[in-house]
């Protein structure tokens, strides 16, 4: 996956900065995620963004550098967000999918 990446500012741009993952999140005894009210101490809950971006790592430990080989292996980023498959690829496959197995349009 990281070969599709040139370069950071690529990757980062796909983030889109909704700030969803900067909420803490809990999971239940079946391993769904449920995210919190509670926002990183960091996180400007105003405008989404994080207020010590540029030194994230130096001062939150907890905060989690996302790259192309760690997202796939994360199962608690939301649905909609920038890192994840987009809906549409997902969709399309699971079409073809249905397709191939005679089942569907
Ligand atoms: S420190 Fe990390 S978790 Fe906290 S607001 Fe910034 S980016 Fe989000
Ligand atoms: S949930 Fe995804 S898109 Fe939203 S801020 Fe976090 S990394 Fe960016």
């Known amino acids: 996956m990281s070969d599709t990446f040139d370069d950071d500012q690529q990757w980062d741009s796909l983030c889109k900065q909704c700030g969803r993952c900067c909420f803490e999140k809990l999971e239940d005894s079946r391993g769904r995620i449920i995210y919190t009210q509670t926002a990183c101490r960091y996180l400007d809950v105003i405008t ?7 030194r994230r790592f130096e001062i939150n430990p907890h905060c989690v550098k996302l790259t192309p080989e760690l997202v796939p292996q994360l199962h608690w980023l939301p649905p909609d967000c920038g890192y994840c498959p987009k809906p549409e690829k997902f969709t399309r496959k699971a079409s073809r999918d249905r397709r191939k197995r005679g089942r569907g349009k």
Not at 48 to 54: A, D, L, V
């Open 48 to 54: 989404r963004r994080c207020k010590i971006f540029e």
